[in-house]
């Protein structure tokens, strides 16, 4: 593999400290899922998310409300809705990244298997590392090697890490995001060399190196051509026996092609806040949903 030098490679940032988000699976949100037996992995992280009354503002906008939400583990949750109803602002609260733009703000409660994500003295860096992301763009360091970009989360996560080690992380990661045969012999060739499509599943490896529990998707497709969009909703299928997905998404054939739940926003009218209309079982939402509003937009007479 690349990176010359010595057989150690050590950083010096803290090591993997285990949050209280890391506490025992709590009842309530473990037991409501079946999914957890079903696909059996030895790598299996998955975690459920639990959401009661959340609301998310900026500044004194409220962009979302009162959404509640159950988000099963080991399953792909879909969120769809009209632009601006609030599915990113929904999205970067489930890792804290909402309140890292000024002025923002979150009411309500979260949990990972039961563990408060917003509890006092629950460290936001720690959920960013249990709860990954994968943006609409794929956004590989520019200035690093394939390699590198894998590694990148790792080294930050752990202080010691031998080479050997990290060579099977990365490459592990790699060949989980379905791309380790396209670029095992350019690893040290820079990220940003890569096609959008390979680049995008570099971000995904880049974000499940650190094993996280739950993976976060927005829009994680819509830069790609279809054939880059189909291999990521493969990998996506792949990745749900070890990880919770979410996912937000434009494309309605790909909400029911890659998800297992859908869950719908809508706001009434611009300036109003999104709101969650309905969450279903994804047939269910496509087939025979209960509110108009997510039929009118399931069946594209939206607007
Ligand atoms: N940084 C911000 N500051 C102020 N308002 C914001 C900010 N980001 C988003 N908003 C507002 O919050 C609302 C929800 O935006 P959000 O990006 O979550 O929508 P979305 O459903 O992801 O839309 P799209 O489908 O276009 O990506 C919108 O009214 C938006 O203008
Ligand atoms: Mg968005």
Redesign the pocket.
């Known amino acids: 593999m690349k990176e010359d030098g010595e057989d150690l490679t050590e950083t010096e940032t803290p090591e993997r400290i285990e949050s209280p988000v890391d506490a025992p699976r709590a009842s309530a949100a473990g037991s409501t899922s079946p999914a957890t037996a079903e696909k059996p992995s030895a790598d299996n992280r998955a975690k459920a998310i639990e959401v009661s009354g959340l609301s998310l503002f900026?500044?004194d906008?409220k962009?979302?409300e009162d959404v509640d939400m159950s988000i099963r583990p080991n399953k792909v949750t879909a969120l769809i809705?009209?632009?601006?109803?609030?599915?990113?602002?929904?999205l970067r609260s489930i890792n804290r990244m909402h309140e890292l733009?000024p002025?923002?703000r979150v009411e309500g409660h979260m949990t990972l298997d039961g563990a408060d994500i917003y509890g006092p003295g629950v460290d936001p860096v720690e959920v960013r590392r249990q709860v990954g992301m994968v943006f609409q763009q794929p956004n590989p360091f520019p200035t690093m090697s394939i390699y590198e970009n894998v590694a990148a989360g790792l080294k930050l996560n752990t202080r010691r890490i031998k080479k050997a080690q990290l060579d099977e992380v990365v490459e592990r990661a790699l060949r989980g995001a379905n791309l380790w045969n396209e670029v095992k012999d350019r690893l040290n060739k820079p990220g940003s060399g890569l096609s959008g499509g390979q680049q995008q599943r570099l971000c995904i490896a880049r974000a499940t190196a650190v094993q996280p529990e739950v993976l976060l998707m927005?829009?994680p497709c819509s830069a790609l051509d279809p054939v880059a969009t189909l291999a990521v909703e493969d990998l996506i299928q792949e990745l749900k026996k070890n990880f919770t997905i979410v996912i937000?998404t434009?494309n309605m054939q790909q909400a029911s092609r890659a998800s297992d739940y859908t869950a719908f926003?809508n706001l009434e009218k611009s300036g109003d806040p999104?709101r969650l209309v309905e969450m279903d079982e994804t047939t269910a939402i496509f087939s025979n949903p209960t509110q108009k509003a997510t039929e009118d937009y399931v069946s594209g007479r939206f607007g």
């Open positions: 900026y500044g906008f962009a979302v809705g009209s632009s601006g109803c609030g599915k990113t602002t929904f733009t002025g923002a927005d829009e937000v434009h926003f999104g």
